[in-house]
């Protein structure tokens, strides 16, 4: 029988017949556990890993999260980072929620926040495009997800490749429907790869000096950027050296869930009841009544300061 094995013959000639069955007993024991120990950490890497992981996404606001004491509500940007960082890493990905440094504390969401060399001081919605762009410049990740801090992962079983796959060295950044507000992009949520720091820096060094600290801000700069035509209406994204960069998911809207794979859920500015969905939404995972508990979750969440108006600096000298 053993004639039929010549390793077996040649490494073994003097074995018996039952020691031979043990050993194919013993070698088909260990494939099975190399088996086992393959699809155990096939489990463990995310199921995207055509986009080029690691991925990190990035929040930031001029406000830091925080926990307040019962009877005052959990504000929404808690909310949203607790929700996102679970979402981050659920998938495997990084998560930062940046907190800008202004040289004085803002007011309203026009303050200056963030300031452009050339171009002056700019509301916090702007400090976004320094922001990613360090991200970019100081992380090893090959992909970002950033999210206003109105916006959310809506459901932790879409994946991040949903957006990420559509994206090549060519296409850097994507965005989804800036519907039902007009037929271009919104700047609420964005995805990139590395290659679109050159992007984002022609997107932060658009002039519109009457948006630096007026609504709505970098949109009207991204508006600019893509189109030929009047921003806010019905646009041809027509301006091909930058139009021609991104990715644009036109079917895929984020004020509204229509579609059960919508990955992003934005709170729109009119529609209140949006809060509640949000929060809704995170009670599912612990109720908003424990504040210990959320407290204890969100010690968990990195959170970095940024001086976004230093970053603007080192853009601006950048060759
Ligand atoms: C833009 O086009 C969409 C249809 O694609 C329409 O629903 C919307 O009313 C238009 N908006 C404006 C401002 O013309
Ligand atoms: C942030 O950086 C700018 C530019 O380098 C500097 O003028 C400003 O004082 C810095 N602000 C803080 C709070 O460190």
Redesign the pocket.
């Known amino acids: 029988m053993s004639s039929t094995y010549p390793y077996t013959r040649v490494f073994a000639p003097t074995l018996s017949v039952t020691e031979t069955h043990r050993r194919r007993w013993g070698v088909l024991l260990f494939v099975l556990v190399l088996l086992g120990v393959v699809s155990l950490f096939s489990t463990m890497i995310p199921d995207n890993p055509s986009y080029g992981a690691p991925l990190t996404v990035v929040m930031a606001d001029s406000r830091a999260p925080h926990v307040p004491n019962e009877g005052e509500d959990v504000p929404y940007w808690t909310i949203t980072a607790l929700l996102n960082y679970q979402y981050a890493r659920e998938h495997g990905a990084d998560f930062v929620y940046i907190v800008y440094?202004p040289?004085h504390p803002p007011t309203s969401s026009n303050s200056p926040v963030c300031t452009h060399p050339r171009l002056g001081a700019r509301a916090a919605s702007w400090c976004k495009l320094p922001a990613v762009w360090e991200v970019l410049r100081t992380r090893s990740s090959q992909n970002v997800m950033f999210l206003d801090t109105d916006a959310i992962f809506r459901s932790t079983t879409v994946a991040p490749s949903r957006h990420l796959d559509h994206l090549t060295p060519f296409r850097p950044i994507g965005f989804v429907s800036n519907q039902p507000w007009n037929d271009g992009v919104c700047a609420g949520y964005f995805f990139v790869r590395r290659e679109a720091a050159s992007f984002l820096k022609a997107w932060w060094d658009q002039e519109v000096p009457r948006k630096n600290l007026h609504r709505l801000w970098e949109q009207e700069a991204l508006d600019k950027l893509l189109a030929t035509s009047v921003p806010h209406h019905n646009q041809s994204l027509a301006n091909p050296p930058y139009a021609d960069q991104i990715v644009k998911l036109a079917s895929e809207r984020q004020f509204k869930v229509e579609d059960p794979q919508q990955l992003i859920l934005h709170i729109t500015s009119e529609e209140a009841n949006r809060y509640a969905l949000i929060r809704d939404r995170w009670d599912q995972v612990t109720s908003l009544k424990d504040r210990d508990g959320l407290r204890a979750l969100l010690d968990q969440v990195p959170i970095v300061r940024m001086?976004a108006?230093?970053v603007a600096?080192m853009m601006e000298e950048e060759v």
């Open positions: 440094q040289d001086n108006s230093a600096v």
